[in-house]
């Protein structure tokens, strides 16, 4: 039997997930009302449920838009998603009711954002790659893992004096970002949903900020899921490249997770072939391909709704060129639809 979830089984399906081995941060409940709330997006997460059990789950979202196209995606405003689910008739029926939604809603496409291939009959984008390693219960060693080049960034910015600290708000982290994501052409999301995301997770969020002599420099939100941390959101102001404060923001992630225990540390989603794919290279992770697999419903092809796109070139250039605060109070009208 499929089901829709309700916040009287917020408990149950999270329960699941948390035992569920293939499951992520980004199936807890908490993004139903992290996205409702932050968004106003329609949420439809599904589960399917045996004598009473729940045996598999599906966070499905749906993003209707003028200006990027009406999709049902698993999980918008996430990287990781798709079904997860005990045994191949749960995984079946929830399928299956995933894409009688889809019909029903209309929508262009429904998009599953696997780690692994899972249908191969669905076309997928062979565009993005996340980034993910073991770490060690030692420190130094975890130091000395890093490749000489990347560790010697780090060594400047503990040289020039930077330090980090825990913030108990999100200001700082939406300054830094917002700076970060402008000078990308890329509209930055609003402080409220930061600030959503904080209040919902609670103590599996964190803001990890970068100073030097009390002054900002970079600021990072970080996820922690099981045994593992997962920087999400960061940026960095202007003297960021000069005192190397990325390098040592990352850092500092990695050698505070390892004191609380974290085993794996997940550097995300990156765009093959970008900035941000180099950097995390250059830190001795491996590239791991990401499968966001599509079943088509009104659309003959995928969407294609990213930077590299050579059709959005002229807006991204001209978003660089905006005033900071102007592009912190028209961004989150339009990124609240870049799920």
Known sequence: MIKRLDTA??????????SHPEATFFHLSGWK???????????YFLYSEQDGEITGVLPLVHVN?????????STAFCVYGGIVANDADSYAALDAEACRL???LQVDSLEMRNRQRQNSERPFKELYVTFRKQLDSDVEKNFLAIPRKQRAMVRKGIDAGLTSTIDSGVGRLHQ?????????GTPVFSKNYFQTLKDVFKDQCEVLSVEHNGQLIASVMNFYFRDE????????????RELKGNDFMYWEVMRR??????????????KIGTGSYSFKK?????????????????ATAMPDINPLNPKYQLFIAAWKRLPLPISQFIGPFLSKDLG
């Open 9 to 18: 089984a917020f408990p149950r399906w999270d329960n699941f997930v948390q």
């Open 33 to 43: 009302t992290v996205i409702e709330k932050a968004f106003r997006h329609r949420c």
């Open 65 to 73: 838009s003028l200006l990027f196209g009406n999709n049902l995606s």
């Open 102 to 104: 889809a019909a029903e």
């Open 176 to 184: 830094a970002y917002s700076e970060s994501v402008r000078n990308l």
């Open 229 to 240: 941390v997962l920087p999400y959101y960061g940026g960095g102001t202007d003297l960021a």
């Open 257 to 270: 997770a390892v004191e609380k225990g974290v085993k794996v540390f997940d550097y995300g989603r990156s």
């Open 282 to 298: 250059n830190w001795g992770f491996t590239p791991e391909p990401l499968f966001y697999e599509f079943h088509l419903v009104k």
